[in-house]
């Protein structure tokens, strides 16, 4: 598997990163055993996970397969705080105190000394960003964490929070896929003029553009379920639905998986140092370890920019 550099930093990362927001909750123990040894055969090295996710269920399996599955020294790992949630509720906090304190859990979880990636999970309005950077900037010189960044920043809060920090500001973690191009307005000419990598969540559509959703919802998907089916609907018609098939002619075209191609399309764009992928099981998983990852042809790439290119 391909291995970039994040920005202008010297942090290496896999161009598929593993993506472990369902561990501890849709996902068992033994099919996240699976999903990491899969990961790791491929070539892989980057996982990524937060506080918020399972609260804390995710992380603390990750922690358990770690010096077992996969050496702690051969895996980049990713963690994020500033959200997390109590008794169902999402609480966000990235004030100094909150995330040192889910910092040293994280740690605590993990089994480890330090993490690889750290992120602020999102702005907070309530919290000057002088405050919130003060932590990550105490959390890279105290040794616990070695490189800092943020998620779900716009171009302008990226901007700020690259230009105030003391510790170089070398990630943003967005949402960025075919069917949600809204970042090449403002975040990415913000992150190429300041050196910032881009990680890319829910770089399949949130599922949709696997070609799974096409005329059904499949029963045991995301979009069947309850208290997730919102998070799928927005892509499930419309603009989306025409990218999709879109995606899904071009495939059968080169003879590869719909999923290959917008991966593809997404690793050539500017900034972008890799995509996270959080598959729910060991064969979605697979089929991604398998995708070739090649750059699409030239026309194809323009046939899809064009179709896309009112995406938000």
Known sequence: MQQRYVGTSGLRVSTIGLG????????????????????????GTTVDTAVSYGEGRSEALL????????????VVLISKAGISRRKG?????????AMLTALDASLARLGTDHLDLWLAHTWDDNVPLEETLSALDYAVTSGRVRYAGVSNYTGWQLARAA????TSVVANQVEYSLLHRSVEAEITPAS?????GLLCWAPLGRGVLTGKYRGKIPSDSRGASEVLAGYVQPYLSGLPAR??????????GLDRRPLDVALSWLLARPAVAGAVVGARTPGQLRQVLDATLERLPEQIEAVLDEVSSRAH
């Open 243 to 252: 990218i999709t098939e879109a995606v899904v002619a071009a495939a059968k």
């Open 192 to 196: 190429e003029h300041l050196g910032t």
């Open 163 to 166: 230009t105030m920090s003391g």
């Open 63 to 74: 922690g358990a397969m770690i010096g077992d599955v996969v050496a702690r020294s051969e």
């Open 20 to 43: 472990t927001m369902s561990w501890g909750t849709d996902t068992d123990e033994q099919a996240a055993r699976d999903q990491l040894r899969a990961y790791i055969s491929a070539g």
């Open 89 to 97: 509720k999402r609480m966000v906090d990235t004030s100094r105190r």
